[in-house]
């Protein structure tokens, strides 16, 4: 008994079966995917730095666009307070180089009289119009000072004020118990509530007793 096949039985063919459809692709393919994400997300991110960089460079320029206006408001400003200040010294200069002209021109107005009555006594030779004319131009003086809140220091007989009244000479006296002013020997004025100048007095003092 032999082992032989027959002749006529026909041989057998392996064939694989083809893939599916809608199976999984290749390994190579899935390589690739991962690949492809990696270049996505660096795009993303170059493309989100140089929207940043834009940004920033829009800020700067803004910022320096702020600083060079600033910058020129303040010398506007640093140009205006120095004229501002020449001009009120210009004025404080002025004020008092002409400060007293209306002073002086009321004062120049008495010095008319003063050489009208000085012309009349020379013509005249007549002393009651001498007298007259002197008399009034003392009156515009007085009044002339009135005018400008300057009043003499009433002195009279009373009590020395050291504060309104200069002792010019003194006298002992056993008939007062304080200094008395017994003479005026030039006025003393206030200009307002100010003394602008005390008065000159002659004063009775208590006598030293020994």
Known sequence: MTNEKPKDEPEIEFIPEREAEGE??????????PEQRRR????????AFKARLRKRDDEIRRLRQEVANLKDQYLRKLAEMEN?????????????????????????GIV?????????????GDGATFREGVELIHRLL??????????????????????LHHAMATEESDEVQEPQVVEELQKGYFLKDRLL??????????????
């Open 24 to 33: 999984a692709p290749a390994p190579a393919a899935k390589k690739a995917e």
């Open 40 to 47: 996505l997300d660096a795009a993303d991110l170059t493309k």
């Open 84 to 108: 501002l200040r020449k001009r009120l010294e210009r004025e404080k200069s002025e004020y008092f180089q002409y400060a007293l002209a209306e002073f002086f021109l009321e004062l120049v």
């Open 112 to 124: 008319d009289n003063f050489e009208r009555a000085l012309a009349a006594a020379e013509r005249e």
């Open 142 to 163: 007085v009044n002339f000072l009135h005018k400008n809140g300057v009043r003499p220091v009433e002195t009279g007989s009373g009590p020395f004020d050291p504060v």
């Open 197 to 210: 100048r005390p008065a000159m007095v002659k004063v009775r003092v208590p006598r030293k007793s020994g």
